[in-house]
Nanobody
Framework: QLQVVESGGGSVQPGGSLRLSCAVS????????IGWSRQAPGKDREAGSC????????GYADSVKGRFTISRDNAKSTVYLQMNTLKPEDTATYYC??????????????????WGQGAQVTVSS
């Protein structure tokens, strides 16, 4: 059974940095894309970034472009989200999404097979 485990959330002041990790294990599924979405209190979940595992191509939403970087370590079956220059509006629960069959569609995982449990990120002074 596929397991998706996020780690690395926390609290940081505006302008600070955090790195989230998404470790995938327990399945022989050929998953094609992994992405990060976030959900702030009272708001819908929104996609933010995606990486296609076959070629490492990436996509970002305008809200995080230039500040966030998604990367992968195939040997560790782990995807990272490096978040720099954090803003209070980045405060949310961040979810890792593992997708099968399809590469990223810009910054979106087109067919999510499994979500992680979420990691809280709080940006506040």
């Amino acid at each position: 059974q596929l397991q998706v485990v996020e780690s690395g959330g926390g609290s940081v002041q505006p302008g600070g940095s955090l790195r989230l990790s998404c470790a995938v294990s327990g399945s022989n599924l050929d998953y094609a894309a992994i992405g990060w979405s976030r959900q702030a209190p009272g708001k819908d979940r929104e996609a933010g970034s995606c990486i296609t595992l076959a070629d490492g191509s990436t996509g970002y939403a305008d809200s995080v472009k230039g500040r966030f970087t998604i990367s992968r370590d195939n040997a560790k079956s782990t995807v990272y989200l490096q978040m720099n220059t954090l803003k209070p509006e980045d405060t949310a629960t961040y979810y890792c999404a593992v997708g099968t069959n399809y590469a990223c569609k810009d910054y979106v995982v087109p067919q999510v097979y499994r979500w992680g449990q979420g990691a809280q990120v709080t940006v506040s002074s």
